[in-house]
């Protein structure tokens, strides 16, 4: 199988339409099973889709919009392969954008699960955090795909407790294969704060484990939420339940392996 996540920064991008064609042509030709992205934008009062325009939508809860500027649905436009698909909001973004989480799948999806991980539920703060789960099978096997976009190590709204949130619901979970991935906020270098937290609780994390793995960077400058920045950081992740050996675990969408198209780079697994 092959996993991909990624940061995409939607519609705060220079060329924002470029990036999205050059973010397809890579899932193109790359042919991804998984694909699970974060800051995944719409404006808030463009127009809303109807439901026959939707193909493959499955809501993870209740009178979900989609207007026609979701971003996923218009990067799944350019997709050659049909995908299924969900989409939740998560908290307003930058005052204009509804902000959010998506999972696209080529299998078909089987069950969807959403919920918030963030003592905060305030839409209009950004410390509210969400996590959003779909089930497939895979290998003749059901598995769980979890997406999350979380906070920092020391705020207000600190990871450690959000955490703690997701591995409640995960371990409701863990009878199937489970993956959960997306943008940490922590660094794995750092010890004793986020990366850690997950890595003892029992997670594989598929970049160590990789037999063919890269220098791991995601974000290399300054960018929001890491506004002092001047390091190489590894802070988006794929994490299994399970002990296991990818094949591969490659930075991609870094200018070496395809465009770069956000403030993150992505990260490509096959397992």
């Known amino acids: 199988m092959k996993i991909m996540t990624l940061n ?25 099973d ?21 193909t493959g939508f499955v809501p993870a ?16 436009q350019q997709l050659r392969l ?4 969900t989409w939740i909001p998560v908290h307003q973004g930058f005052q204009k954008f509804d902000e959010g989480l998506a999972i696209l799948t080529r299998a078909p999806i089987l069950d969807v699960f959403e919920m918030y991980v963030s003592r905060i539920t305030d839409y209009e703060n950004y410390r509210t955090r969400k996590i959003v789960g779909v089930k497939t099978e895979a290998g003749g096997e059901e598995h769980w795909w979890v997406c999350g976009h979380f906070g920092w190590w020391q705020d207000e709204e600190p990871f450690k407790g959000q955490w703690d949130c997701v591995q409640d619901k995960l371990d ?3 009878e199937l294969p489970v993956y959960i991935m997306g943008d940490f906020n ?7 704060e986020g990366y850690d937290y997950v890595v003892e609780r029992g997670w594989t994390d ?21 506004d002092d920045n001047e390091s190489k950081l590894r802070i988006d992740y794929i994490f299994a339940n399970r002990p296991l050996q990818a094949k591969s675990c490659l930075v991609v969408m870094n200018g070496k392996r395809g465009e770069v198209v956000s403030d993150h780079f992505g990260v490509a697994a096959e397992v």
């Not at 998984?34 to 809303?48: R, T, Y």
């Not at 922590?186 to 004793?192: F, K, P, S």
């Not at 598929?206 to 890491?226: F, N, Q």
């Open 206 to 226: 598929l970049y160590e484990s990789a037999a063919e793995r890269d220098e791991g960077a995601t974000v290399t400058k300054a960018i929001k939420g890491w």
């Open 172 to 174: 409701t979970l863990k």
């Open 8 to 32: 995409t920064h939607a519609w705060m991008e220079e060329d924002q339409l470029a990036k999205i064609a050059a973010l397809a042509d890579f899932i193109n030709k790359s042919e991804f």
């Open 82 to 85: 049909p995908y299924h698909w």
């Open 34 to 54: 998984v694909i699970a992205l974060q800051e995944v934008n719409q404006s808030k009062d463009g127009a809303i889709l109807s439901n026959e325009k939707l």
């Open 61 to 76: 809860e209740e009178e979900t919009v989609i207007r026609e500027d979701n971003y996923a649905y218009v990067l799944l």
């Open 186 to 192: 922590n660094v794995a270098e750092i010890r004793g």
